[in-house]
């Protein structure tokens, strides 16, 4: 917490810091604190294993919408997760909070604290990495204003190619033909669809159809900033709104939308010289709006036609007007689409998204969050000097439901004639009814409060040459959930202590004391220790001739235990479970009988903590006078003592089949390791009136399965030594021919040739042929192999910016190598009664057998062909252009003397492109609303 004089005082050093350039070749940038566990550093004495980025600068070149938006360009070992270990711990403030609830526009610096030194004062619920999300404050003198204001377009990427009604239809009856039934279609039938006479009587629905969608849709967003104080307080406030649409424009579509209005404010005071204090505030409303129509999940399973063809909208002036039951239908309905259209049906389908758009109504979902914190800082260098005490308490309501009008409503289902050579509506089937009760139905309440409280003491004081610094403190916080009977709750103390002499040898100690309810009593208490070291090199004499072109070189190395319960999925795993009502036992022939209790789990009193155990190596580097700067990290992270059911361990009598009853506990058992390295490259450079500056993070990944509970009976079934991510499925060895089966005299198969093991008799030319590992002539789950991995071997990121001027170019590139996917959503896999998307197209029939991309189309299920094998898997290797903006700062002799004191404008592009072999597939999302390109223009303006 600064006060006005801590802060002239930190100016203060900063300039003569930048001025000397000490021997250390310490500069400004390394002077920068950085927000650690429970207080900061200077980024020149971080001990490893942190990463930091400042949003301030970054958000002038960078705007954004989401906190976190592609930040693995800026900080190694992050790629959504921190060094993939699992959801990281989000602290806004220092107090858990979401990521999503505060915006770029807000933050000031985000710290990505990735090694167990660095989380260790967090206890438990950081052992996957913390993300500290630090928020603006007021430091400047007087009343500073500035408001933004931004105009943005979404549009889609790429929607799902399906096929329409005509050829649907063609290739379903194919694939009855396959499985030995009759057709469904006549030729008839196919060509009128084909013919697009009459889209009304032969329909072939398009969900992506410029006549239902938008080609883009808007985004809306401005924010005003208002900073200042004096001697006795700094005051920070953000007021920020935003509107989105949506794609579709039809219906209640129209109205669909997003709206986010946020009150973000904190002051903080000098009551004296030694007592300081802040207190935050924050509220957001957050309204979302949307159809009840189920429109984008329908869209990837609601066929074109069926045998019975739906009509999404029924013309009514294609009604016979002399039909006078049907005019009164007309007259009746309380849903007559723009006036022309009755809302169209079947007997097996009296809904659809189409007349559910129109007549079903609406939903809301509303969520409300409100944060409050405050703290007080004691400096009690009268008591001892350099000790200080700081206590932080926040309470957090966040409450949300879903508000909705539903109306039922009737559809009709129209029976055609060809009067004349002209179509022509002669009847009506009606199906259900109208009813608009106009009434909100409120559902799914839910409330959230987080109450959270924190106190330290802090040391910090130099010796000569010795320097230590230690905090000793106590944290805690608990979330109450609506529905969830036990609260999450975290409650730790801490001590960290930190030595240096003469800025060159480094020593620290992190740990935690943890407590835990998941666990039984005596069990529920445990230490965490860390110890870290690290060598400045660059202090050594000999390291004096370096000193031309070395700036600063830093080696450390950490190891610690963590202990931690988030992998202990609920609490009292460590209990028996008997059932109040187990099976009924007959004891003679009579009805005599009774019911007994039966076990459904063992208990395990001494089951503990699953231990988090890292050793890493660190290494940071300045050159050439801040030229170039490097962070780097090997890791090597072992959860040991994961929980499992050892079916394995125990005799096979603790569990029985009649009665369902088990004995067996949860044991700590399982473990994993996941290693790596990551770094960090920044570049900065001056070249006459240019300025670049530019970076390259990455990171390496792999990931062991060490020790597994398991009895398989091959060693490629083994999971122990395997990837924590291994991809399993079969080896495909392409298609079954005519070659491969033995026929009867009756045509029929029989069997197949020397070599040919099947999953069943269904099998038939045209179907996936696979490995048979253990050669018995079947394929079933033993044969299963490791295709790949579904995690990326390596991570990259890359940013550049480039001044001149007033002018400012920014770029944002991401990469991942190496991993594997399925492709196994509803587009790729088509059989049964699904929908046919473009892909069947390359199906195998006799005469394409040599060229064929597809298996065979049928009706059954999808146990021969569309299970998980190579023959489905694809690399996700991809790069990524997230972001391109161009800014121009307009000169600030424009403004002197004036009531405006400078002024921005920048133009950006996000999501841009996607460099991969399979970038189509990966950007066209089934089932779900598309992904989309935006482009932004926006202007900020200073007061």
């Known amino acids: 917490m600064n006060n006005p004089k801590t802060y002239k005082t930190n100016v203060l050093t900063l300039a003569m810091l930048a001025m000397s350039a000490t021997a250390l070749g310490q500069t400004v940038a390394d002077s920068t604190q950085v927000n650690v566990a429970f207080g900061s550093k200077a980024k020149s004495e971080l001990m490893g294993g942190v990463s930091a980025i400042d949003m301030v600068d970054l958000t002038r070149k960078n705007y954004n919408t989401y906190?976190?938006?592609?930040?693995?360009?800026?900080?190694?070992?992050?790629?959504?997760?921190?060094?993939?270990?699992?959801?990281a711990l989000v602290l806004v403030d220092g107090v858990p909070r979401d990521a999503n609830n505060v915006l770029?526009?807000?933050?000031?610096?985000?710290?990505?604290?990735?090694?167990?030194?660095?989380?260790?004062?967090?206890?438990?619920?950081?052992?996957?990495?913390?993300?500290?999300?630090?928020?603006?404050?007021?430091?400047?003198?007087?009343?500073?204003?500035?408001?933004?204001?931004?105009?943005?377009?979404?549009?889609p990427k790429e929607y799902p190619t399906y096929l329409g009604a005509a050829q649907y239809m063609s290739l379903y009856n194919e694939a009855l033909t396959n499985d030995g039934k009759s057709a469904a279609y006549t030729d008839e039938d196919i060509y009128n669809y084909a013919s697009g006479r009459n889209p009304y009587r032969y329909p072939s629905i398009d969900f992506f159809s410029k006549d239902?969608?938008?080609?883009?849709?808007?985004?809306?967003?401005?924010?005003?900033?208002?900073?200042?104080?004096?001697?006795?307080a700094h005051f920070y406030a953000n007021i920020g709104l935003y509107h989105v649409g949506d794609l579709i424009k039809f219906g209640e579509g129209k109205h669909n939308h997003t709206n986010r209005l946020n009150v973000r404010g904190n002051i903080d005071l000098r009551l004296n010289d030694w007592i300081t204090g802040w207190v935050d505030a924050n509220a957001t409303f957050y309204d979302q709006r949307g159809d009840r129509s189920n429109y984008w999940s329908q869209s990837a399973s609601m066929r074109p036609t069926s045998q019975y063809p739906l009509t999404p909208l029924i013309p009514i002036d294609l009604i016979n007007p002399d039909v006078q039951e049907m005019q009164k239908m007309i007259a009746n309905s309380n849903y007559v689409v723009d006036g022309k259209y009755m809302l169209g049906g079947t007997q097996s389908q009296q809904t659809n998204p189409f007349a559910a758009m129109y007549a079903a109504g609406y939903s809301t979902y509303t969520s409300r969050q409100l944060q409050f914190d405050a703290g007080i800082n004691f400096n009690l260098d009268k008591v001892l000097q350099g000790l200080s005490f700081k206590t932080h308490a926040a309470i957090d309501y966040a409450t949300s439901y879903n508000s909705s009008i539903q109306n039922d409503y009737s559809t009709y289902e129209p029976i055609w004639t060809n009067m004349n050579g002209k179509d022509e509506i002669i009847g009506l089937k009606k199906y259900g009814i109208d009813k608009h009760t106009g009434t909100k139905i409120v559902s799914g309440s839910k409330t959230i409060q987080t109450v959270f409280f924190s106190g330290q003491f802090d040391y910090n004081r130099q010796f000569g040459l010795h320097a230590v610094d230690a905090t000793l403190l106590a944290h805690g916080y608990q979330v109450t959930t609506t529905g969830e009977y036990h609260r999450t709750s975290n409650a730790n103390l801490g001590l960290n202590v930190d030595y240096n002499y003469d800025r060159r040898y480094y020593a620290n100690l992190a740990m935690a004391a943890i407590h835990s309810a998941k666990l039984a009593e005596g069990h529920r208490e445990a230490l965490s220790p860390v110890a870290t070291v690290a060598w400045r090199v660059s202090r050594e004499k000999w390291m004096k001739p370096t000193e031309s072109w070395l700036d600063d070189l830093k080696i450390n190395a950490s190891y610690g235990v963590i202990n931690e319960d988030l992998d202990i999925e609920k609490y009292y795993m460590y209990d028996d479970i008997f059932t109040a009502t187990g099976t009924w036992?007959?004891?003679?022939?009579?009805?005599?009988?009774?019911?007994?209790?039966?076990?459904?789990?063992?208990?395990?009193?001494?089951?503990?903590?699953?231990?988090?155990k890292e050793l890493r190596f660190g290494l940071d580097a300045s050159f050439g006078k801040g030229l170039v700067r490097l962070n780097a990290n090997y890791y090597n992270v072992k959860f040991d003592g994961l929980l499992i059911t050892p079916e394995t361990l125990y005799p096979s009598y603790f569990h029985t089949y009649w009665p369902v009853s088990t004995f067996m506990p949860y044991i700590n058992y399982n473990a994993q390791r996941r290693s790596g390295f990551d770094f960090t490259v920044d570049v900065h450079k001056q070249v006459g009136d240019v300025d670049l500056s530019g970076g390259i993070t990455g990171m390496t990944f792999s990931s062991k399965n060490t020790k597994v509970s398991e009895n398989v009976e091959y060693d490629w079934q083994k999971s122990q030594g395997a990837r924590i991510d291994a991809l399993r499925g079969y080896h495909c060895l392409g298609f079954i021919n005519e070659d491969d089966v033995v026929r009867g005299t009756d045509g029929a198969i029989t069997g197949y040739k020397d070599g040919?093991?099947?999953?069943?008799?269904?099998?038939?030319?045209?179907?996936?042929?696979?490995?048979?590992?253990?050669?018995?002539?079947?394929?079933?789950?033993?044969?299963?192999?490791?295709?790949?991995?579904?995690?990326?071997?390596?991570?990259?990121?890359?940013?550049?910016?480039?001044?001149?001027?007033?002018?400012?170019?920014?770029?944002?590139?991401?990469?991942?190598f190496g991993g594997m996917g399925v492709k196994d959503n509803s587009y790729m896999w088509c059989y049964g009664s699904r929908k046919y998307s473009d892909v069947v197209l390359g199906r195998w029939t006799p005469e394409t057998a040599t060229t064929a991309t597809y298996p065979r189309l049928t009706t059954e299920g999808g146990e021969l062909n569309f299970v998980t094998s190579?023959?489905?898997?694809?690399?996700?290797?991809?790069?990524?252009l997230n972001k391109v903006q161009l800014t121009y700062d307009l000169p600030e002799n424009l403004f002197q003397g004036k009531w405006v004191k400078g002024l921005s404008v920048y133009l950006s592009g996000s999501n841009l492109l996607t460099i991969s072999g399979e970038r189509k597939y990966?950007?066209?999302?089934?089932?779900?609303?598309?992904?989309?390109r935006f482009y932004n223009l926006g202007a900020k303006v200073n007061f």
């Open 67 to 87: 906190s976190l938006d592609a930040l693995q360009a800026y900080a190694g070992g992050y790629t959504g997760q921190l060094w993939n270990m699992g959801d």
């Open 104 to 155: 770029p526009t807000e933050i000031e610096q985000i710290t990505f604290l990735k090694s167990a030194s660095a989380v260790a004062l967090y206890g438990s619920r950081a052992a996957k990495g913390a993300v500290l999300i630090t928020t603006k404050r007021g430091r400047t003198e007087g009343l500073h204003v500035s408001v933004r204001g931004n105009a943005g377009l979404f549009t």
């Open 212 to 232: 239902y969608l938008k080609k883009a849709y808007t985004r809306y967003d401005g924010n005003a900033e208002f900073e200042g104080g004096g001697k006795f």
């Open 585 to 612: 036992w007959g004891w003679s022939e009579s009805a005599n009988s009774m019911q007994t209790s039966d076990s459904q789990r063992g208990g395990n009193k001494d089951l503990g903590f699953v231990k988090r």
């Open 756 to 816: 040919i093991a099947v999953i069943n008799s269904n099998t038939k030319p045209g179907d996936l042929k696979y490995q048979d590992m253990n050669g018995d002539g079947l394929i079933d789950s033993r044969d299963q192999v490791v295709l790949g991995h579904w995690t990326p071997n390596f991570y990259l990121g890359v940013h550049f910016t480039t001044k001149y001027k007033g002018f400012t170019f920014f770029m944002n590139w991401t990469g991942n």
């Open 870 to 880: 190579d023959f489905w898997t694809y690399k996700t290797d991809a790069v990524r």
């Open 922 to 932: 990966m950007e066209t999302s089934v089932g779900s609303f598309p992904q989309t």
